[in-house]
């Protein structure tokens, strides 16, 4: 099988739409702000870009409503070369146990995450379609516990009329301005994924370290 470079073939279209004089849109799934940062400052040289913000993963609606605060923060005070806009979707938890049920003790990153990120792109691939734009993707690839190959495998199989911009956001040092970014703009930033089980196997880590866990974002 061969090995797919994804940053690579989406320099190369950035390279043609630059190159035709073109503005396309774009709508991201994001998982969180911090995740987002790099991705709406790297990509809205190019696109114009809107968020979107659907994660029914996320285990109550407080922490739903805390991260989504922060990605509208973040959308506000970070200049931009294109403006971006932002959509929250719903808080819809039960959509997610339904999803996953019979999964709840996979480990993070096991099948249940694979179901998830489906559930997650789906819908992103609707709306895309629903309003036009000229391409979807995710931020989530911006984490280093993500896998980009099963991120944009899934992307391109839920994809309808409107293509996925397959993307590997962690590499040219993604992942480091990210953080950076996060710092700089004093994100929110979680130590676990977001749902409960994440949530629960970020406890039983603390637990057996005996102390408090600085990890990364992985929503």
Avoid at 104 to 109: I, L, R
Wanted: aromatic share 12%; net charge neutral; hydrophobic share 30%.
């Amino acid at each position: 099988m061969q090995i797919r470079n994804y940053q690579k073939e989406l320099d190369k279209t950035i390279e043609t739409i630059t190159k035709e004089g073109r503005v396309p849109s774009l709508l991201i799934h994001s998982c969180c702000a911090p995740c987002s940062s790099y991705v709406l400052s790297y990509l809205s040289e190019y696109f114009r870009i809107t968020v979107l913000y659907y994660n029914p993963n996320i285990t109550s609606e407080e922490e739903f409503m805390k991260r989504a605060r922060e990605q509208k923060r973040l959308i506000e005070e970070m200049p931009v070369k294109h403006p971006i806009t932002v959509w929250i979707a719903p808080y819809e938890p039960e959509r997610f146990f339904d999803a996953v049920r019979g999964l709840e003790n996979e480990p993070e990153g096991g099948k249940r995450c694979a179901v998830c990120f489906r559930m997650r792109l789906s819908y992103t691939a609707g709306i895309a379609a629903e309003k036009g734009f000229d391409y979807f993707t995710t931020t989530l690839s911006i984490s280093p516990l993500k896998n980009a190959f099963l991120l944009n495998t899934i992307g391109e199989e839920v994809a309808g009329p409107v293509p996925y911009l397959t993307s590997d956001f962690k590499k040219k040092g993604g992942y480091l301005r990210s953080i950076e970014l996060s710092k700089e703009y004093g994100l929110y930033r979680q130590d676990y994924c977001g749902c409960v089980y994440s949530l629960r196997e970020r406890n039983e880590r603390l637990k057996n370290i005996g102390g408090n866990c600085s990890g990364d974002t992985t929503a």
